[in-house]
């Protein structure tokens, strides 16, 4: 049984949501540098935008899980 309120839940999620916000900062920021490269590795570029949607999904998963507790 949980002891947290729905409240502390809610906190507990937004600081996830912080931290996916940053991997998806550092993410866009690996796009702008392999861009910038002489010779951009679509690869590499394929990854990253995978990452990116996936960091996309698990934020709307949160926000869900927000709506819910709320």
Known sequence: ????????KIAIINQ?????????YGLE???IEENASSSP???RLTLLASQIAD????LQALDAEIELLS
């Open 1 to 8: 049984m949980s002891t947290l309120t729905n409240e502390d």
């Open 16 to 24: 996830h949501k912080r931290n996916l916000d940053y991997s998806k």
């Open 29 to 31: 920021i690996s796009v």
């Open 41 to 43: 590795i679509q690869e």
């Open 55 to 58: 960091v996309d999904a698990k």
